[in-house]
C-alpha cells in the first residue's frame, strides 16, 4: 500500500483509469467483431455501417490513450481493408 499521499492519488487515479480503459475496449472489441460478423455473412451495406462506428469508436479509444495512434491506425486499415474486398468480390 502506499503511504505518501501523493502515492495514494496515484493508485486512486490508476484505478478510475483502467476501469474506463477497460470498458473503451470492450466497446472497441465489440464493435470490430461487428465489423467482422457482418463481412463474413458478405454484407456490404451492413459491413459499410458497421466499418463506420468501428473507426469512430477506435479513434476515440486512440485519442483518450487507450490505444496507441499506430495501433489504432492498424486496426482501422485492417478492417477497411476487408470491407473493401467484398465490394471488390
Known sequence: MATHPSAE???RQ???HKIRNTAV???TKT?????LAAVEELDRESSEKALKNAITVIKK???KGVYH??????????????????KKA
Open 9 to 11: 492519488k496515484r493508485e
Open 14 to 16: 490508476n484505478k478510475k
Open 25 to 27: 475496449k470492450s466497446k
Open 31 to 35: 464493435e470490430i467483431k461487428k465489423v
Open 61 to 63: 479509444a486512440a485519442s
Open 69 to 86: 495512434k499506430n495501433n489504432a491506425s492498424r486496426k482501422v486499415s485492417r478492417l477497411t481493408k476487408k470491407v473493401n474486398a467484398l
